[in-house]
């Protein structure tokens, strides 16, 4: 009877506890959702934890202590990358302005392209319904690129506070994340801990890979596109990597998203059009026969229907920014939920 | 002196965390040192007397050192599906240590339960730690697996061996 009485009030105690973890993770979702520039720089300081996290395990292992062993990868990291920055950005620089400077022609190009097809389609079904397609493409490219070279100092400005506070978070995310985990875990009701516990181990595992597994796939496609677009002498080299590099971190659109603009360039230049879709085509096959199988094989896997859905409410939310931020932001969802359901299936007796 | 208070406090704890631990037999090979980074691994847990543990049945991840207490380990007895009864095994003091066959077997699940008797304080020892240990410092998280194996090879012989004497009785008994 006793006994009885005390684990009555244990339940009490527990929930009391499950009540309190829970609004303390609500708590912190409802400060990262609300506060400005908090959410985007938090999943750049995870996406950074991830990418640097192998680096700083390997120096540890080595008998580095981790806090040295954090702050020498993360001076490492920021001097390769200002490395790059500074010798890439004079080409991106003279690239961007040639491309605005061409970017009627382009469009105009673009234009009667689709006015073509538009006619020969029209002659085929033979109807007298008017698509109209062509002016509607027409009007769309004319107000993105104008908002697109409108808006980049402004986004840049804005992206600054970003910018800065992702490698603060990521810092001290790297270098204390033992601390952290464990004061989180302390919160956990003693009931919740060991299902809890391995919940997190389970999806940081999984995110970890998902990430440095998608952005070593877009670098090697964008190094592809880059090498194989310089050789021909294609222009815009850089910037059409670029592009390629980041659309191709969005599963199955991406690729066709990131070819289209040099496959346009080269149709509306009238050269070079079948030396492109070769560059293109062959990044892809390096990136099925050997990135996918051998990287990405083994990470979590959306259906299509899943990441056409994500990257909507992703550009709904957060626009481009949001596109890309949404299938590892679905996958984290996926993991969690398959790791609870699993868990709720097979932990309890 | 609050400050001054509350330091000494949890070095007191932390040192009784680290003296239990250097007694443990997983972890008797480390120096001091080394003991300190394995008790960074390690979760500090409460329970309040009559509070489980963990329970017969569910997977469990990993092991537990009392720090302070007492637990009863307990399994469910033949009647407990219509009753709430469980058959006392046996009763851990500090130092003893429980759930070990966990920390290795994946979705391995709890062959007893434990309920802590008194306010009790554990030190929890879990497969996702044993993976970073491992990871971020292989030579200390080998000598801990070493250990773990000896540990596990003694239990399995000690059940072998107690297989043996029941299929005599057995026979005897058929005899």
Do not use: C
């Amino acid at each position: 009877m006793n006994i009885l009485i005390q684990q009555i009030r244990l339940k009490k105690i527990e929930r009391l506890k499950l009540l309190i973890f829970l609004s303390i993770i609500i708590a912190g979702l409802v400060i990262l959702l609300t506060v400005e520039n908090m959410l985007l720089s938090f999943l750049l300081a995870f996406v950074l934890k991830y990418t640097l996290s192998p680096l700083i395990n390997y120096s540890e292992r080595q008998g580095v202590k981790r806090s040295h062993a954090t702050l020498l990868v993360f001076i490492l990291f920021f001097t390769i990358i200002s490395a790059v920055i500074y010798w890439a950005l004079p080409y991106i620089s003279v690239q961007l302005k040639a491309f605005h400077a061409e970017l009627p022609r382009y469009i105009e190009g673009t234009r009667s392209l689709i006015f073509d097809i538009e006619s020969k389609v029209e002659e085929i079904i033979n109807t007298s319904v008017e698509f109209n397609l062509s002016a509607q493409a027409e009007n769309l490219m004319l107000t993105w690129t104008k908002s697109v070279f409108e808006d980049l100092p402004n986004f840049l400005s804005k992206s600054l506070t970003t910018l800065l506070l992702a490698p603060f978070f990521a810092y001290f995310l790297l270098k204390d994340s033992q601390t952290i985990s464990k004061k989180l875990l302390d919160l956990v009701p003693n009931s919740f801990f060991e299902l809890v516990l391995s919940l997190q181990h389970q999806i940081n595992e999984q995110m970890g890979q998902f990430i440095r597994a998608r952005l070593l796939e877009a670098s090697i496609v964008g190094l592809i596109v880059w090498a194989g677009l310089s050789i021909i002498d294609f222009p815009y080299s850089h910037l059409l990597a670029l592009f390629a590099a980041l659309t191709n971190l969005i599963p199955y659109i991406g690729p066709i998203i990131g070819a289209i603009p040099a496959i346009i360039i080269a149709m509306i230049n009238g050269a070079g059009l079948l030396a492109v879709i070769g560059i293109y085509a062959f990044a892809q096959l390096i990136d099925m026969l050997f990135i996918i199988p051998l990287v990405v094989a083994k990470i979590v896997d959306l259906h299509p229907i899943t990441v056409v859905i994500s990257i909507i409410i992703g550009a709904q939310l957060m626009g481009v920014v949001g596109m890309l931020v949404s299938i590892p932001a679905a996958s984290m969802i996926k993991v969690t939920i398959q790791s609870v359901y699993h868990h709720l299936i097979n932990f309890r007796a | 002196m609050i400050n001054y208070l509350w330091e000494n406090l949890f070095k007191k704890r932390e040192d009784i965390a680290l003296k239990i631990l250097s007694g443990n037999i997983l972890f008797q090979d480390l120096n001091s040192s080394e003991l300190k980074i394995v008790s960074d691994f390690l979760h500090l847990r409460h329970y309040r007397p009559a509070e489980l543990i963990f329970r017969q049945n569910e997977i469990g991840v990993g092991m537990y050192i009392i720090l302070k207490g007492r637990v009863d380990i307990l399994i469910e007895s033949d009647e407990a599906s219509k009753t709430d009864n469980e058959d006392f095994i046996t009763r851990l003091e500090e130092g003893d240590f429980m759930g070990e066959l966990s920390l290795i077997e994946e979705n391995s699940r709890r062959t007893a339960s434990a309920r802590a008797i008194n306010e009790t304080t554990v030190l929890g020892f879990f497969q996702p730690d044993l993976k970073n240990l491992l990871q971020s410092h292989p030579e200390i998280g080998s000598r801990v697996l070493l250990r773990l194996s000896q540990v596990l090879g003694r239990r399995l012989s000690e059940t072998a061996t107690k297989i043996t004497e029941l299929k005599k009785q057995i026979k005897i008994i058929k005899a």
